[in-house]
């Protein structure tokens, strides 16, 4: 197994640009989640998705977007990039039912100018 | 409103030391707490902790949880360089048993000197 994949690992853009970060997972889990990590602030969910059609909104949703259209891939779309959007972004994985772990991709590093 | 506090939020020690980290939550309907260990790149997965009083352990680590006290500490004995990292602690968000969102303190940033 891949486990979670993420794309890019690194992009720059200029503001108002838009674009779709890429997440994947191979475990066929239900459940799937993105951060934002911002330094001093830790993880801040951004939106989650309890499975293929199914998504909501985080503690920091404005600005981005997300569909979930197979249980596999849950990207997340910048409309208009900022400034303020320059962070870590994570995606993340868990299987349905309990509270256990999740499972974390390894990070798009995004600077907006 | 639910919120999860780590202290201290920077830690230096020298190689052998035994460091305690913190992991203070305010959260209705607690179901459980996880530890993870984050480096230079993507969070791993450490503990989860679900009962009061049961020590999980791996290796030179080892968390307990006290739900009386709602806290949890995670002790390194022996440091070790490569135990440099951030430790986040995190917590499932109330009412959202089946989501997946979590709740994370700001981090414990902790440097092994050799």
């Known amino acids: 197994n891949a486990g979670v994949t993420q794309t890019p690992k690194f992009q720059v853009l200029k503001t108002g640009q838009s674009m779709t970060l890429q997440c994947a997972q191979d475990m066929n889990h239900e459940y799937m989640s993105w951060y934002r990590q911002d330094p001093g602030m830790g993880l801040r969910l951004i939106h989650y998705?309890?499975?293929?059609?199914?998504?909501d909104q985080g503690e920091v949703p404005n600005g981005y977007n997300v569909s979930r259209s197979t249980t596999e891939d849950f990207p997340l779309r910048l409309l208009s990039a900022a400034p303020s959007q320059t962070s870590v972004y994570f995606c993340?994985?868990?299987?349905?039912?309990?509270?256990?772990?999740?499972?974390f991709g390894p990070g798009t590093r995004l600077t907006v100018l | 409103e639910d919120k999860v506090v780590q202290s201290p939020l920077s830690l230096v020690v020298h190689e052998g030391d035994t460091v305690t980290l913190n992991c203070s939550y305010e959260v209705t309907n607690f179901r459980s707490l996880l530890w993870y260990k984050q480096e230079k790149k993507a969070p791993t997965f450490l503990f989860m902790l679900?009962?009061?009083?049961i020590e999980k352990k791996s290796g030179r680590l080892s968390s307990i949880l006290d739900k009386k006290e709602l806290f949890s500490i995670l002790n390194i004995t022996a440091t070790q360089t490569g135990d440099s990292a951030v430790y986040l602690c995190a917590v499932p968000r109330r009412g959202s048993s089946n989501t997946g969102k979590l709740i994370f303190g700001q981090g414990t940033t902790l440097q092994v000197k050799p």
């Open positions: 679900t009962s009061s009083g």
């Open positions: 993340a994985s868990r299987e349905s039912g309990g509270f256990g772990e999740q499972f």
């Open positions: 998705s309890v499975g293929a059609g199914i998504t």
